[in-house]
């Protein structure tokens, strides 16, 4: 493969007796599209003590990442065109990788009143989305539904019945009870799809549903599909990798929203990845301050750090099983989501982007989260032996980790 002025030029050619370039060794790795995240939070504006574009995207590129899109829930709210430019252009001076900014569905993300969705979209938003907090009217989700269709604008829904929630801190069953904390009922997710997939199907326009975790949430989604519903769907890797027992010894690193489920719900979300009920795999790279973590867990903020391992993590529990290919895994973490937010990204062709990960599958590493280049390290995956290292990854015809080290 060729790469010049930041773009793919040539294809299968033997660079061995060309001058002048500049050659990688991809003997024994797989030479991958650059990931496309559709969903994860850079805290920029508002919490840069938590993370920022720069540091955000660091991580971002040490997991094979070339492309991210980022949640408006920073403060303030990324809900006009101010916030969408600040994003882009503090993202073309200080980002490592691609930054895409997701609006906000409504105004400062309270429920009341729809952005200016055009407005967003013109500013060069990607999607719309209130992540963080569900929309609660029925009512105003239809708006956003038949308003965004207009200008192409891809609608994410956290879906969350915010009573049924009621304040619980992790998945409802045998679990909480036990560790005497209250629980989220897995109705809270999968009354809230049912309400979307409804009114997606009734106004006969798409929508995305964000970090699926339930086994029946699969099979409202699966169902609609077969309806011919305009849906799709996307899930995290730490809801295909470990359960509700990870919150054990009150482990605030695995407090996460939705809650971590039971392993039927684990075995669900990789069927739904299998048969494509599920079409991406996204981060929700959510990190938090140390001290916003360590404390109590009904206190401690919800969200863990996504971006090192996701790669890692897909490949250990859904390819090495042969649950899914590489290449169905380059469909759920390039292809889709590229698709999905209108990207020109996630495939390798002739005049595209150089946007590269080169991936060694079978070497086996153990997580060490003091390691990340994230501010934040609150992940529950710390000392987990994963398989899959990212050895280069190039964004834009620049190489900006090789040989496993951040240049």
């Given at each position: 493969m060729v790469i010049e002025n930041g773009r793919i030029t040539e294809i299968g050619k033997d660079l061995q007796e060309q001058p002048n370039c500049d050659l990688i060794d991809a003997t024994g790795k797989y030479i991958l599209p650059g990931l496309v995240d559709a969903h994860c939070h850079l805290r920029d504006p508002g919490f840069e003590y938590k993370e920022d574009i720069e540091s955000g995207t660091r991580s971002a590129a040490m997991g094979g990442f070339t492309s991210v899109a980022c949640m408006p829930n920073?403060?303030?709210?990324?809900?006009?065109?101010?916030?969408?430019?600040?994003?882009?252009?503090?993202?073309?001076h200080e980002a490592l990788v691609n930054v895409y900014p997701i609006g906000a569905i409504s105004k400062g993300q309270?429920?009341?009143?729809?952005?200016?969705?055009?407005?967003?979209?013109?500013?060069?938003?990607v999607a719309v989305s209130d992540d963080?907090?569900?929309?609660?009217?029925?009512?105003?989700?239809?708006?956003?539904?038949?308003?965004a269709s207009m200008f192409d604008m891809t609608v994410i829904s956290h879906c969350e019945d915010l009573e049924l929630a009621d304040e619980g801190v992790m998945n409802e069953g045998y679990q909480s009870t036990v560790m005497?904390?209250?629980?989220?009922?897995?109705?809270?997710?999968?009354?809230?799809?049912?309400?979307?997939?409804?009114?997606?199907?009734?106004?006969?326009?798409?929508?995305h549903l964000a970090h699926i975790s339930t086994e029946l949430s699969v099979d409202l989604i699966r169902?609609?599909?077969?309806?011919?519903?305009?849906?799709?769907?996307?899930?995290?890797?730490?809801?295909?990798?470990?359960?509700?027992?990870?919150?054990?010894?009150?482990?605030t690193y695995a407090k996460?929203?939705?809650?971590?489920?039971?392993?039927?719900?684990?075995?669900?979300?990789?069927d739904g990845l299998r048969d494509g009920t599920i079409d991406i795999i996204a981060t929700d790279h959510a990190p938090h301050h140390y001290d916003e973590k360590n404390v109590e867990f009904n206190a401690a903020l919800?969200?863990?750090?996504?971006?090192?391992?996701?790669?890692?993590?897909?490949?250990?529990?859904?390819?090495?099983?042969g649950h899914i290919t590489m290449e169905k895994l380059v469909e759920k973490m390039c292809v889709n989501p590229s698709k999905i937010l209108g990207l020109n990204k996630g495939v390798l062709d002739i005049g595209r982007?150089?946007?590269?990960?080169?991936?060694?599958?079978?070497?086996?590493?153990?997580?060490?989260?003091?390691k990340f280049q994230s501010k934040a390290k609150n992940s529950p995956f710390d000392g987990y032996r994963l398989y899959g290292t990212v050895n280069c990854t190039i964004v834009n015809g620049k190489i900006v980790v090789r040989e496993k080290v951040l240049l």
């Amino acid at each position: 493969m060729v790469i010049e002025n930041g773009r793919i030029t040539e294809i299968g050619k033997d660079l061995q007796e060309q001058p002048n370039c500049d050659l990688i060794d991809a003997t024994g790795k797989y030479i991958l599209p650059g990931l496309v995240d559709a969903h994860c939070h850079l805290r920029d504006p508002g919490f840069e003590y938590k993370e920022d574009i720069e540091s955000g995207t660091r991580s971002a590129a040490m997991g094979g990442f070339t492309s991210v899109a980022c949640m408006p829930n920073t403060n303030p709210v990324i809900d006009n065109q101010a916030m969408v430019k600040y994003v882009i252009n503090k993202g073309k001076h200080e980002a490592l990788v691609n930054v895409y900014p997701i609006g906000a569905i409504s105004k400062g993300q309270k429920g009341e009143e729809l952005s200016e969705i055009g407005e967003l979209k013109f500013a060069g938003a990607v999607a719309v989305s209130d992540d963080g907090k569900p929309v609660r009217s029925a009512a105003l989700m239809k708006k956003v539904l038949q308003y965004a269709s207009m200008f192409d604008m891809t609608v994410i829904s956290h879906c969350e019945d915010l009573e049924l929630a009621d304040e619980g801190v992790m998945n409802e069953g045998y679990q909480s009870t036990v560790m005497g904390l209250k629980g989220i009922p897995s109705a809270a997710e999968e009354v809230m799809v049912s309400r979307d997939l409804i009114l997606a199907e009734y106004t006969k326009t798409p929508i995305h549903l964000a970090h699926i975790s339930t086994e029946l949430s699969v099979d409202l989604i699966r169902n609609a599909k077969k309806r011919g519903v305009k849906v799709t769907a996307e899930t995290c890797p730490h809801y295909f990798s470990i359960t509700e027992e990870a919150c054990s010894g009150f482990n605030t690193y695995a407090k996460v929203n939705p809650p971590l489920r039971t392993q039927k719900d684990v075995d669900a979300v990789i069927d739904g990845l299998r048969d494509g009920t599920i079409d991406i795999i996204a981060t929700d790279h959510a990190p938090h301050h140390y001290d916003e973590k360590n404390v109590e867990f009904n206190a401690a903020l919800n969200g863990m750090v996504g971006f090192e391992t996701a790669l890692p993590l897909a490949i250990t529990n859904l390819v090495r099983p042969g649950h899914i290919t590489m290449e169905k895994l380059v469909e759920k973490m390039c292809v889709n989501p590229s698709k999905i937010l209108g990207l020109n990204k996630g495939v390798l062709d002739i005049g595209r982007p150089a946007d590269i990960v080169i991936v060694d599958v079978e070497e086996e590493y153990t997580v060490d989260i003091q390691k990340f280049q994230s501010k934040a390290k609150n992940s529950p995956f710390d000392g987990y032996r994963l398989y899959g290292t990212v050895n280069c990854t190039i964004v834009n015809g620049k190489i900006v980790v090789r040989e496993k080290v951040l240049l």
